[in-house]
């Protein structure tokens, strides 16, 4: 059996790899792969002020790995795609446990 990656699964994986090697960016995803939070929770958990939060998370959103949603005047960020989701969880199972 031959095991075929498309060139969009490559391109998708290797943007993913891109992404989690910042590590404020792993930081933030390894929240967000355990729920929806808001740049200013975000801000709190990982010790960083919330410009330095909304440009890593404008990048990843802007890769479409994020997507937000609006709630009054403040905007909620979670994983857009459950295959990131599961990056995520594996790399916390080697390296965090």
Avoid: F
């Amino acid at each position: 059996m031959s095991l075929r990656w498309s060139e969009t699964d490559i391109d998708w994986t290797a943007l993913c790899c891109k992404a989690i090697a910042h590590p404020l960016r792993l930081g933030i995803l390894c929240l967000l792969a355990q729920g929806e939070r808001s740049v200013g929770e975000i801000a709190d958990e990982v010790g960083s002020t919330q410009p330095n939060i909304s440009q890593h998370l404008n990048q990843l959103h802007n890769q479409h790995l994020l997507k937000s949603r609006k709630d009054a005047n403040r905007v909620y960020y979670a994983i857009a795609d459950p295959r990131l989701e599961k990056i995520i969880e594996m790399l916390r199972e080697i390296y965090c446990s």
